[in-house]
Nanobody, 123 residues
Framework: VQLQAFGGGLVQAGGSLRLSCAAS????????MGWFRQGPGKERVFVAA????????RYTDSVKGRFTISRDDAKTAVYLQMNSLKPEDTAVYYC?????????????????WGQGTQHTVSS
């Protein structure tokens, strides 16, 4: 599976943006997927995850109620809708795929990674 994230950009605080992650590979629909982010000088951390059916999702506390993860298996894509953006959301965002269909929150749990897309929120 190859993943490519895109959609990042510059947004003012309070604004919205949707990140997309395009996936190649037949097994995509059976994978759990996640989004992570890495701020300047910081470690890569978990943001959101979704299971294979899209019926279960999980979020880090700081984005609950603001971000929504979803997937479209017909288009082999995963999305991260980000609303009420804050300057602390500024980071490079990565999508990730996991062969085991169980949501996970650690970097080491994921098998496939996209290249990352920069997202900046100005105050």
């Amino acid at each position: 599976v190859q993943l490519q994230a895109f959609g990042g950009g510059l947004v003012q605080a309070g604004g919205s943006l949707r990140l997309s992650c395009a996936a190649s590979g037949r097994a995509f629909s059976s994978y759990a997927m996640g989004w992570f982010r890495q701020g300047p000088g910081k470690e890569r951390v978990f943001v959101a995850a979704i299971n294979w059916s899209g019926g279960n999702t999980r979020y880090t506390d700081s984005v609950k109620g603001r971000f929504t993860i979803s997937r479209d298996d017909a288009k082999t894509a995963v999305y991260l809708q980000m609303n009420s953006l804050k300057p602390e959301d500024t980071a490079v965002y990565y999508c990730a795929g996991r062969r085991i269909n169980v949501m996970a929150t650690t970097v080491a749990s994921y098998d496939y990674w996209g290249q990352g897309t920069q997202h900046t929120v100005s105050s």
